[in-house]
């Protein structure tokens, strides 16, 4: 068994952390052959991820990894020999005393909210020490050289790839989640927060000669979608007609599920991070709702997202694109942008690959963590 490593993650709301701690164990101890342990606090929400876990367990061993309830009376335990702290989830006390204790000491990491803003790689990697002879390093993922990268497991793209090419394989599992393929529908998968800017976007879809089938898992943004469609309770696995749109209401579906998802539709609306990437490696277009924060300091992450995506796009398909995410998350016109991205359809799709390539040509996330303590420890050596 190779090196120990501990994962806190305390799940603040929605997904996302549970999302991306769960998808970094498994990915180190598949691939990398570590011992670890996943430390979160709302086992609950573990569970809707991964329903084949059983969420009422203190203990339990998931797809090679331990994953233990974070309790708040946390019993002693031994300290792993690295120990990453997700989000600045702050580390119990006794277990910071145990890491402490250890004769040698173990590699201390926070990883942080994925962010495409420039100072991201000044701050990638730096040391901040802490009482008893501990240092913590602030871990960055991102999209450019010098960050930590993105998440992505081994063979991920081609398992994607192949997945695209056989359109059989893509039938059944819509057949699965219980989506029946209408001719020459367009594919669109929606998962959002609540969103004022839907109903004008379900205006256009409904309106536009293309028809499409907008799959939407259950979530948050259900009670727009209900208003639009103008019912009372959506029934999960019902469907409902509005001019030439389609929308079904699919179950929560589990993260490997929500990936096929993603590959089967030809255009996503995702939200947060990890389905933000997750949405990048399907290779199709895609529209962000991101995760707001105070004083819209949302905004810069937005902008310096489309910055980078948007580097080596035509101007039209860059400005059709900003004015439609822009409007998607509250400054905007949403019919008058969807309009526009339709007549940079194909560009948009094409760049959608090229983005994808070009991203998993980086070195992915966890590969980064693990080169990062060897690294660690030479110097220490
Ligand atoms: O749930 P989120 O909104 O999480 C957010 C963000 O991470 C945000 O940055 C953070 O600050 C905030 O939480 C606290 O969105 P995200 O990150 O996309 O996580 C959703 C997870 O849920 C992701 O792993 C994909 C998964 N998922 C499924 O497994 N099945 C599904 O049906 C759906 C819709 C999502």
């Known amino acids: 068994m190779g090196a120990r490593w501990d994962i806190f993650c305390s799940v603040v709301d929605n997904y996302g952390d549970i999302g991306v701690t769960w ?13 670890v342990r996943l430390w979160v606090d709302e ?9 084949q876990a059983d969420a009422t367990l203190a203990r339990q061993c998931v797809e090679g990894v331990e994953v ?16 990453i702290e997700a989000f600045a989830c702050t580390l119990p006390a006794s277990y910071v005393a145990a890491m402490g204790a250890r004769p040698a000491k173990p590699l201390w990491l926070n990883l942080e909210y994925l962010s495409a803003e420039e100072w991201v790689a000044g701050c990638h990697g730096l040391p901040s020490p802490q009482p008893g002879g501990l240092q913590k390093f602030f871990f960055f993922p991102g999209f450019t050289a010098g960050t930590g990268g993105l998440l992505r497991e081994a063979g991920l793209i081609e398992l994607r790839q192949a997945f695209q090419a056989d359109a059989e394989a893509r039938r059944a599992f ?19 927060y609540e969103n004022p800017a839907l109903a004008a976007w379900l205006d256009a879809l409904a309106q536009q000669a293309t028809p499409t089938q907008l799959l939407v898992p259950r979530g948050r943004i259900e009670a727009d979608v209900q208003r639009w469609l103008g019912v009372g309770e959506l029934e999960e696995g019902g469907s409902w007609r ?8 699919l179950p929560f579906l589990s993260q490997a599920d929500y990936d096929r998802l993603l590959w089967s539709c030809d255009f996503n609306a995702i939200r947060g991070e990890d389905s933000f990437v997750r949405a990048q490696w399907a290779g199709r277009p895609l529209l962000w709702h991101i995760y707001q924060q105070e004083e819209g300091a949302h905004w810069d992450k937005l902008d310096a997202f489309l ?22 998350n509250g400054r905007g016109d949403m019919a008058a942008a969807w309009a526009a991205v339709q007549l940079q359809a194909a560009t948009l799709e094409q760049h959608a690959g090229n983005w994808c390539r070009e991203q998993a040509s980086r070195p992915d996330l966890a590969a980064a963590l693990v080169l990062f303590h060897r690294n660690w420890l030479s110097c220490a050596a």
């Open 23 to 35: 998808r970094l164990a498994r990915q180190l101890a598949a691939e990398h052959g570590l011992d």
């Open 43 to 51: 086992p609950a929400a573990f569970g809707r991820l991964c329903p």
């Open 68 to 83: 233990c309830h974070w309790l708040g009376e946390f019993a002693a335990v031994e300290a792993a020999d690295v120990v």
């Open 174 to 192: 819509l057949a699965e989640i219980g989506v029946a393929l209408l001719a020459d529908a367009r594919l669109i998968s929606l998962f959002a």
């Open 242 to 249: 509005r001019g030439n749109l389609q929308v079904h209401l």
């Open 307 to 328: 910055g980078l995506y948007q580097a080596d796009l035509p101007a039209a398909a860059a400005d059709a694109l900003t004015a439609l995410w822009h409007a998607w």
